[in-house]
């Protein structure tokens, strides 16, 4: 939010807040019907947690977005690498730290090694896999956004997505590609780079309906792949 009488930091983008909104949603979905796939099956189960899959790629779409949207001055690519981890992870560090402590029972046979590689790695618990994942993004941010603001970079992170999809789900892996690793960041590089894609876009995707929803097709159809 800009302080009054100032210029404003960020476009203004109402719908990206019902997406979010949405996402967090599915999050929650998912997590809750987590049970009735893995320990109890049940259709319903099965059924919710597909539904809510969407979430995760809802979330980089809007990362990207955000990330274009925001007008920021960043004097150099530290200060925006610092102010953007500073945002995140004071609260992952205290999450991953807080997960230790309980599945450790209170810290036994816990050691700053084994806290540094879960904060690391991302691995303090499940879902903060995402942290690693978005702080990937963030760190090729700067170096990518010329190349997927273009309809060329476009094309090419979708088929790389794809690519990545494919051998993740349905071919042979060695087990040193790492491919099917939530925090790789090629299985999600096309909903990211949509939103760059899009941020240059908002006010055409808002008067125009036909591209608007050949935008959420294709972004639903690499969903399907994964």
């Not at 939010?1 to 599915?26: F, N």
């Not at 899959?53 to 925001?70: D, I």
Request: charged share 15%; with cysteine.
């Amino acid at each position: 939010m800009s302080q009054a009488g100032g210029p404003s930091l960020h476009t203004r983008v109402e719908e990206m807040d019902w997406l979010r909104g949405l996402a967090i949603l599915g999050v929650i979905m998912i997590h809750v019907s987590a049970t009735m796939v893995l320990e109890r099956p049940t259709l319903l189960g099965m059924m919710a947690n597909q539904l809510g899959r969407f979430a995760v790629p809802a979330f980089l779409f809007l990362s990207g977005l955000g990330l274009s949207l925001s007008k920021r001055p960043y004097p150099g690519y530290p200060r925006f690498v610092l102010y953007r981890l500073g945002r995140i992870f004071p609260a992952y560090v205290l999450w991953t730290v807080i997960h230790l402590l309980v599945w450790s029972r209170g810290g036994r046979h816990l050691t700053p090694a084994m806290v540094l590689r879960a904060i690391w790695e991302g691995t303090g618990y499940y879902h903060l896999y995402f942290i690693p994942l978005i702080v990937h993004f963030y760190l090729l941010y700067p170096l990518l956004r010329p190349f997927l603001r273009q309809t060329k970079g476009l094309v090419i992170s979708l088929i790389i997505t794809l690519v990545a999809q494919v051998i993740a789900n349905y071919l042979y892996r060695p087990s040193w590609l790492h491919i099917r690793d939530p925090r790789n960041i090629l299985t999600g590089l096309f909903y990211f780079a949509l939103g760059v894609w899009c941020a240059d876009r908002v006010a055409l995707l808002k008067s125009d309906r036909r591209t608007l929803w050949n935008v959420l097709v294709t972004m639903a159809g690499v969903g399907l792949v994964a």
